[in-house]
Every structure is written in C-alpha cells, then in structure tokens.
C-alpha cells in the first residue's frame, strides 16, 4: 500500500528517496517540508545501531544547538499489579546538570495536517524551565523556522507511544521522519 503524503493527506506520494521514512504527493509538498525535514534526514537515512533491544530510536531537540538529532532511549518494561509497561530509563541525562523535574506530555492528533495520528507522541521537557535559567530551545526554533507560539525552553526529548496511549501505560517504538513532522507541527500549534 502506498504510503499518505505528510503533508497534504494525498493517499498517493513517494517515499523521499533519502530516509524512505515519509511521503509526499507531489515536489510541492516536499518542498514545504524540506526546512525541517533536512534537518534530520540524512542521520535518519545513515543512523548508528540500536545498543540493544531494550533501545528505542527517540529525538532530542538541543538547547544551544539549531540540529536536532536520533538518540537511543532504553524503555525497560515495568510491571505494576496485572499491569505492563515500558518506562524510558535515560531521559533525565539529557536534561542537563540542574537535574530539574522532567515534565511528560502526550498528544495524538496533528491539528495541522487535521488528523490523527497511528502513534501517540510523548515529550519530556524540564518542568520549572523558566525558574532555572533554561536558554530558548534553538533546534525546536529552526524546525519550525520561528513559528512557535510557546517558548520551548531546555533540552527537549521526544519518544513514540505504540498506539494510542497518552497515558503512562503502554510501551515505546521508534521515532520516524513521519513521526517528527508531527512533532514540529505540533510545537507550531502549542500554546
């Protein structure tokens, strides 16, 4: 089955040649998502080997840098009563050395694109980002070239829920190009 254009819906497009990780319908609409989309292509398409299976393909949009870039996550499964679930285990590392309360939020719908989404996104943030002196996210700035109506400040790591689970519940896959339109889009939209 082919692949849904990220941009437009369109049910026929063409896997971009580089990372074959989203569609587009048409040259126009790649065009549209060319700013961001390069920004992370080319280290999806050449991305290093998976630790381990425990590991999950996530993103980290830096503080002081204007690329964002793939980091391995590891999510061990966590059992609680009749309940199972993965829990990402090195997310605080890239929150830097203040150590601040990390912030997780999911979504699963792209208000954008108007649709929603076959994975819910979660994004850990640092919690008290404007009491500790976290500078503007620079990566999620160029992503979305300036248009982010909240200002994201600190590192920033986003994982993929299988499924529809914006709860804690559930377990994590890899983040795809697809996956980060969302992203960005939804940091467009963010208020």
């Not at 999806?44 to 299976?53: F, K």
């Not at 979504?107 to 819910?120: I, T």
């Amino acid at each position: 089955m082919a692949p849904a254009c990220g941009i437009c819906n369109s049910v026929t497009a063409q896997l971009c040649k580089q990372c074959r990780s989203i569609g587009y319908c048409s040259t126009k609409c790649q065009k549209i998502d060319w700013p961001s989309h390069k920004l992370l292509c080319s280290q999806y398409s050449h991305d290093n080997e998976r630790p381990s299976p425990l590991y999950r393909r996530a993103i980290l949009f830096q503080d002081g840098n204007q690329q964002p870039k793939f980091i391995w996550i590891e999510c061990k499964e966590t059992v609680g009563g009749s309940y199972k679930w993965e829990e990402p285990q090195n997310v605080d590392d890239y929150m830097g050395p203040e150590r601040t309360l990390v912030e997780r939020t999911s979504f699963d719908h792209n208000k954008v694109r108007g649709r929603p989404l076959r994975n819910s996104i979660e994004i850990h943030n640092r919690n008290a980002f404007s009491l500790d002196g976290s500078i503007p996210n620079q990566s999620i700035i160029a992503a979305t070239q300036g248009a982010v109506p909240h200002e994201w400040c600190g590192p920033v790591v986003v994982l993929r829920k299988n499924g529809h689970c914006t709860t804690y519940a559930g377990s994590f896959g890899d983040m795809g190009m697809e996956d980060y339109l969302h992203v960005v889009d939804h940091f467009r939209t963010y208020c």
